[in-house]
């Protein structure tokens, strides 16, 4: 089926292969987005406060830069102003969550496999 989305993922099998691993990759953006929303809960909605508790939780300058405008390569930023960034998202997912998605296409296969 070639690679013809913008994850650059390889698709092989059948259109439900392909709508499971499409379904797998929207998942993670609402993954992304949920964990964004669980910051903005614990800190009132306040900005900066959420982007210093994604910081101060282990997220990675790369996954805040995906949702904050202003940050630096050394995490300096005056402003943590929310802004998402699809294409830099999609890099992020692109480098680390095909697994994911390769493992969403295994199930399905798995399920033919025993249905």
Known sequence: MGNDNNLYYEYHGDVYERLAG???HEAIHVMHC???????NVTDGNMPKAYEYLKKNGYTQEFLKIFFVGIDDTGVDDRHIFHFDPDREHIYI???DHGAISEAITEYQMFLRHR
Request: hydrophobic residues 55%; positive net charge; without cysteine.
């Open 94 to 96: 692109l480098k680390y």
């Open 34 to 40: 949920r964990q964004i929303q669980r910051a903005l």
């Open 22 to 24: 499409m379904l797998m």
